[in-house]
């Protein structure tokens, strides 16, 4: 079931392993076993994919490491690999959350101190930008799902990735049939690959009836690659949630990038930046 319409795990079941991971490394010790139970929040990830994992098998492995730690935040580094090859690097910024006052806290002296003995540094990522949605932009609504609610009673960080990838979907398919997902290499011999992807948390989203809407713009072409940025928005409260950056990659059906499609550019011009 982790697989998507073009046969490989979906770029958002990544970030739903690194979660496992992460939950995971803090409950192996009685020192850090009490920062998911009493509240952390992630802040922002970034995800850079190098190869897709295909089903197998064969354990997906992932690697993590601490960065940095402050006063109420942890910087955490990740290496996965599958089938002897590396598949993914990607980064995460997590708080320290007090959930009853809605408001970040000071970490407890034991897991700061435990986690700053074993922080050994990660290397950075490079930065994809800053760039706001204004003017000119694709409108996608979305509504919150119950099961899409964690234990802290919002909407788990790992959803706000399904959020983007169904309203860039929508929004690259609108401007260009053949970029849609399904029959894509059988029909015009493309595939549709997420190089990077970077997600910023801004407001907590909860389950509610009215809708949220993803507001999504191109904020560069290159040949052979699209950089999307999409802002999570409130209506009712008129805030941005989450922002989010995506490098979307068009290939042949062997993986290799290849020249974006002239109509995809040309109509892509509708949502520029």
């Not at 795990?9 to 690194?18: E, H, R, S």
């Not at 295909?54 to 997906?60: G, K, M, Q």
């Not at 910087?75 to 090859?85: C, E, Q, S, T, V």
């Not at 941005?240 to 109509?267: F, I, K, Q, S």
């Amino acid at each position: 079931m982790d697989l998507d319409a073009q046969g490989h795990v979906n770029n958002t079941l990544i970030v739903d392993y690194l979660q496992e991971a992460r939950v995971r490394y803090f409950a192996s010790s009685p020192a850090t076993r009490s920062l998911t139970t009493d509240g952390v929040v992630v802040v922002a990830h970034q995800v850079e994919y190098h190869a897709p994992v295909d089903f197998s098998r064969e354990p997906l492995r992932v690697e993590v490491g601490i960065d940095e730690v402050g006063g109420s935040k942890i910087a955490i580094g990740y290496d996965l690999y599958h089938a002897g090859r590396s598949v993914a690097t990607a980064r995460s910024l997590v708080c320290a959350f007090d959930l009853g006052e809605n408001r970040p806290r000071r970490l407890p002296e034991a897991p700061r101190s435990a986690l700053r003995d074993v922080a050994a540094g990660w290397p950075p990522l490079r930065g994809l930008g800053a760039h706001e949605i204004a003017g000119r932009y694709h409108v996608h609504p979305v509504s919150v799902r119950w099961t899409d609610q964690d234990v802290y009673g919002h909407v788990n960080n790992v959803r706000f990735f399904d959020y983007v990838a169904e309203a860039r979907i929508h929004m690259t398919t609108d401007a260009d049939a053949s970029a849609a997902r399904m029959g894509a290499a059988a029909g015009v011999g493309h595939l549709w690959l997420i190089a990077r992807q970077d997600v910023e948390y801004l407001r907590q989203v909860r389950y509610r009836p009215e809708t949220y809407e993803v507001r999504t713009a191109v904020a560069r072409i290159g040949r052979t690659s699209v950089t999307l940025v999409a802002e999570i928005h409130d209506p009712v409260a008129d805030a941005v949630c989450a922002r989010a950056h995506t490098v979307l990659v068009c290939a042949d059906t062997a993986g290799r990038p290849v020249e974006l499609p002239a109509a995809l550019v040309a109509n892509l011009g509708a949502y520029t930046l």
